[in-house]
């Protein structure tokens, strides 16, 4: 199976606003794998990996984000860390 590994950094208003539990049941519905979690820089950030369809539909997911949230920007990267994730979790 071909999977496809990004990295991404989310900012603006991302923080307190429900981004990481709208990004994680998003990204378990398109059955992806990995994580996302809040920064100490004010930022959101994580890896996912699956179906690179499933990939491009949460890019374009994060880059509009939940209702309440303000994205000015998105960077993705790919991921080339280890790919142990059973499932999608907040962190």
């Known amino acids: 199976?071909?999977?496809a590994k990004i990295k991404f950094?989310?900012?603006g208003l991302v923080q307190g606003v429900g981004f990481r539990y709208f990004v994680a049941r998003?990204?378990?519905a398109l059955g992806l794998?990995?994580?996302v979690r809040n920064e100490y820089d004010g930022t959101v950030s994580g890896v996912?990996?699956?179906n690179p369809a499933s990939i491009d539909k949460?890019?374009?997911l994060l880059r509009?984000?939940?209702s309440r949230s303000r994205v000015e920007?998105?960077?993705f990267e790919d991921y080339i860390g280890e790919d142990n994730f059973v499932t999608f979790e907040i962190r």
């Open 1 to 3: 199976m071909v999977s």
């Open 64 to 66: 509009n984000g939940p």
């Open 73 to 75: 920007n998105v960077i």
């Open 33 to 35: 794998r990995g994580y």
């Open 58 to 60: 949460l890019k374009s």
């Open 9 to 11: 950094t989310v900012f």
């Open 26 to 28: 998003n990204a378990m």
């Open 48 to 50: 996912a990996i699956g």
